[in-house]
């Protein structure tokens, strides 16, 4: 059964630092680009960053942008994000999600209906707040 399954969640201070990550189980990453996305409260789920299967080909939001990396280890089978500088307006459930290697990470980052993705995780809540 394919399964992603997200953790490194919890709170933190502005201006502090987390580490997502994102296992895979029951199928291989190498295939997929895998994107993270987020939903605050009340707001609809936004693309957050997405990274290519084999190329490394990487694609941030304009809010994240210098402030988050997202990267993979394939032989892991896990992605990560590392999320520095944090911001209030950063609070919000984070997914991971897996997409065929045929879309684009910009398409893949534009498509934040986590359902038009192969595969995708229950979310882990990061919560930035002093």
């Known amino acids: 059964q394919p399964q992603f399954v997200e953790s490194g969640g919890g709170l933190v201070q502005p201006g502090g630092s987390l580490r997502l990550s994102c296992a895979a189980s029951?199928?291989?990453?190498?295939?997929?680009?895998i994107g993270w996305f987020r939903q605050a409260p009340g707001k609809e789920h936004e693309g957050v960053s997405c990274i290519g299967s084999s190329d490394g080909n990487t694609y941030y939001a304009d809010s994240v942008k210098g402030r988050f990396t997202i990267s993979r280890d394939n032989a892991k089978n896990t992605v990560y994000l590392q999320m520095d500088m944090l911001k209030p307006e950063d609070t919000a459930v984070y997914y991971c999600?897996?997409?065929?290697?045929?879309?684009?990470?910009?398409?893949?980052?534009?498509?934040?209906?986590?359902?038009?993705?192969?595969?995708w995780g229950q979310g882990t809540q990061v919560t930035v707040s002093s």
């Open positions: 999600a897996a997409r065929d290697r045929l879309a684009t990470v910009q398409t893949m980052c534009a498509t934040p209906d986590l359902e038009e993705h192969d595969y």
């Open positions: 029951g199928f291989t990453l190498d295939y997929y680009n």
